[in-house]
T-cell receptor
Framework: KAGVTQTPRYLIKTRGQQVTLSCSPISGHRSVSWYQQTPGQGLQFLFEYFSETQRNKGNFPGRFSGRQFSNSRSEMNVSTLELGDSALYLC????????????????FGAGSRLTVL | DAKTTQPPSMDCAEGRAANLPCNHSTISGNEYVYWYRQIHSQGPQYIIHGLKNNETNEMASLIITEDRKSSTLILPHATLRDTAVYYCIVRVLGGGADGLTFGKGTHLIIQP
């Protein structure tokens, strides 16, 4: 079955611009989580969406936002880009909402690599 | 989630077993040990998880000590494609509400 698909894979923006990244989860998966990976901070949780609602949020400023559609596809948006937003943005899907009982294994996409100049 | 400690890097010869240790001395009774790996330029990949019994799947084996304060991930016959960063994560079943906590992991290098 198809895995988690993220688009675009690579993009370059300039400071002050905004960017939208897309994630298509595995069919049947209703939870989509987003992570940011940088060399300095490693992998950090951004937020999770389940049933079109943001359920959990990491410690990131309000410039980072997202949404989920009825087909479970998700987008994340970063406004007023800063140089420090350069990172690999990873999307992960799972059948259940994070925090529910039961084994909850995340399947990650290949990521979208954002470079801010 | 309990804190984990892993060596920053390890080498292993191709074809040999790769044994990756993880220390989680503050693990609580309802926390599982999960392993993920990340091959360069790809997203993390789930490998295996367990509570207290040893676990095996098609990718690896997980050995958890009786006191659960440490564990070892075993790749039985390492190949060059197993070169990756391996993350040991301790977490309640189903996870907490704040996402996975990835540390710095162990960079495993398989030597030809």
């Amino acid at each position: 079955k198809a895995g988690v698909t993220q688009t675009p894979r690579y993009l370059i923006k300039t400071r002050g611009q905004q960017v939208t990244l897309s994630c298509s989860p595995i069919s049947g998966h209703r939870s989509v989580s987003w992570y940011q990976q940088t060399p300095g901070q490693g992998l950090q949780f951004l937020f999770e969406y389940f049933s079109e609602t943001q359920r959990n949020k990491g410690n990131f400023p309000g410039r980072f936002s997202g949404r989920q559609f009825s087909n479970s596809r998700s987008e994340m948006n970063v406004s007023t880009l800063e140089l420090g937003d350069s990172a690999l943005y990873l999307c992960a899907s799972s059948p259940r909402r994070q925090g529910n009982s039961g084994a909850n294994v995340l399947t990650f996409g290949a990521g979208s690599r954002l470079t801010v100049l | 989630d309990a804190k984990t400690t892993q060596p920053p890097s390890m080498d292993c010869a191709e074809g040999r077993a790769a044994n990756l240790p993880c220390n989680h001395s503050t693990i609580s009774g309802n926390e599982y040990v999960y392993w993920y790996r990340q091959i360069h330029s790809q997203g993390p990949q789930y490998i295996i998880h367990g509570l207290k019994n040893n676990e095996t799947n098609e990718m690896a084996s997980l050995i958890i000590t009786e006191d659960r304060k440490s564990s070892t991930l075993i790749l039985p016959h390492a190949t060059l494609r197993d070169t990756a960063v391996y993350y040991c994560i301790v977490r309640v079943l189903g996870g907490g509400a704040d996402g996975l906590t990835f540390g710095k992991g162990t960079h495993l290098i398989i030597q030809p």
